[in-house]
T-cell receptor
Framework: AQTVTQSQPEMSVQEAETVTLSCTYD???????LFWYKQPPSRQMILVIRQEAYKQQNATENRFSVNFQKAAKSFSLKISDSQLGDAAMYFC????????????FGTGTRLTIIP | DVKVTQSSRYLVKRTGEKVFLECVQDMDHENMFWYRQDPGLGLRLIYFSYDVKMKEKGDIPEGYSVSREKKERFSLILESASTNQTSMYLC????????????????FGPGTRLTVL
């Protein structure tokens, strides 16, 4: 079974600075997808960024980028130019590419933005 | 925009009551999911469905059942609510895997905070 670990329960960053959230995972599969989801205080979970394991290039979505290290099974999220609206719980998630379509989530990191 | 709605934002029930949580999506998604969210545990999958009347157990199905009679609606049922089922329940939906990762994204509802007394 796959597991996803987020070792930082809480993080904080000054507004306009850069912060990196860590995620590691364990799997025996070679082909899979990784995601970062954001859950603001209003509770609606939204997708931030996605990465296909067979792509070596790190995904980027505006101020959000990932550092995907397949051999190390690491998938960190970097938020540049942090904004107050980035304050949220961030969840890392894993999905097999084939078969069962369920997501396996980490325990989350609560990010606080300091004005 | 995709819209996933859940019948209640907050719900308070008594131990032993039968509880229905409803989820509706408007994007003709084949897949629907029920997750439970607890502090320090993240989200855990309870059940999912990839078609009408089809269901599969997730990681923590004990004490729950589901119903999917129509494509857009997926219900989570607590047959006899217990205090350890006090939690946040999130519904999600997605298209059946097409090989296009953008199309496969799961969309979440706002959640139902259930308290069992």
């Amino acid at each position: 079974a796959q597991t996803v670990t987020q070792s930082q329960p809480e993080m904080s960053v000054q507004e306009a600075e850069t912060v990196t959230l860590s995620c590691t995972y364990d799997t025996s599969e070679s082909d899979y997808y990784l995601f970062w989801y954001k859950q603001p205080p209003s509770r609606q979970m939204i997708l931030v960024i996605r990465q296909e394991a067979y792509k070596q290039q790190n995904a980027t979505e505006n101020r959000f980028s990932v550092n995907f290290q397949k051999a190390a099974k690491s998938f960190s999220l970097k938020i540049s130019d942090s904004q107050l609206g980035d304050a949220a719980m961030y969840f890392c998630a894993y999905r097999s590419r084939f078969g069962n379509e369920k997501l396996t989530f980490g325990t989350g990191t609560r990010l606080t933005i300091i004005p | 925009d995709v819209k996933v709605t859940q019948s209640s934002r907050y719900l308070v029930k008594r131990t032993g009551e039968k509880v229905f949580l409803e989820c509706v999506q408007d994007m003709d998604h084949e897949n629907m999911f029920w997750y439970r969210q607890d502090p320090g545990l993240g989200l855990r999958l309870i059940y999912f469905s990839y078609d009408v009347k089809m269901k599969e157990k997730g990681d923590i199905p004990e004490g729950y059942s589901v119903s999917r009679e129509k494509k857009e609606r997926f219900s989570l049922i607590l047959e006899s609510a217990s205090t350890n089922q006090t939690s946040m329940y999130l519904c999600a939906s997605s298209f059946l895997t097409s090989g296009n990762l953008r199309r496969d994204t799961q969309y979440f509802g706002p959640g139902t905070r259930l308290t069992v007394l």
